[in-house]
C-alpha cells in the first residue's frame, strides 16, 4: 500500500511563495494521477492540481491557473506544489491523493482519488 505524506506548509503573507511537497513510499508505481487537493474552513475540499505520473500531463483548477506549479519526481517518488502569489483565499489544509492511472472519472473528481495524505496547513495572511 502506498502511503502519502505531505510537508512544506506554514504561514506566509499575502504575494508571498511557498512549495508543498508529497512524498509516497510503499510499493513503486509508474502510472496514475497524482493531485493535491485543499479544504478551507466552513467549505468542502477541493481540486487545486493534478498531474499523470508516466507523462507529466498537468491539470489546474481556475483558482490557481498561472500561480501554482505542479511537477513530481519520479525517481524520489515525490510531487510538488509552488505556489506563488498567494492569496488569502489560499488559506486551507491542503492534501496530497494518489489516483488509479485509468478511469472514467475526471482528474478533478475527489472520488476518483483512493489514497490520501494527512494534510498540511497554509496559512496566507494579509
Known amino acids: 500500500q502506498v502511503t502519502l505524506v505531505e510537508s512544506g506548509g506554514g504561514s506566509v503573507q499575502a504575494g508571498g511563495s511557498l512549495r508543498l511537497s508529497c512524498a509516497a513510499s510503499g510499493p513503486s508505481f509508474s502510472s496514475g494521477l497524482m493531485g493535491w487537493f485543499r479544504q478551507a474552513p466552513g467549505k468542502e475540499i477541493g481540486f487545486v492540481a493534478g498531474i499523470l505520473w508516466a507523462s507529466g500531463t498537468t491539470y489546474y483548477a481556475n483558482s490557481v491557473q498561472g500561480r501554482f506549479t505542479i511537477s513530481r519526481d519520479r525517481v524520489n517518488n515525490t510531487v510538488y506544489l509552488q505556489m506563488n502569489s498567494l492569496k488569502t483565499e489560499d488559506t486551507a489544509i491542503y492534501y496530497c491523493?494518489?489516483?488509479?492511472?485509468?478511469?472514467?472519472?475526471?482528474?478533478?473528481?475527489?472520488?476518483?482519488?483512493?489514497?490520501w495524505g494527512q494534510g498540511t496547513q497554509v496559512t496566507v495572511s494579509s
Open positions: 491523493a494518489k489516483a488509479p492511472g485509468v478511469s472514467s472519472i475526471s482528474h478533478d473528481a475527489r472520488s476518483r482519488y483512493d489514497i
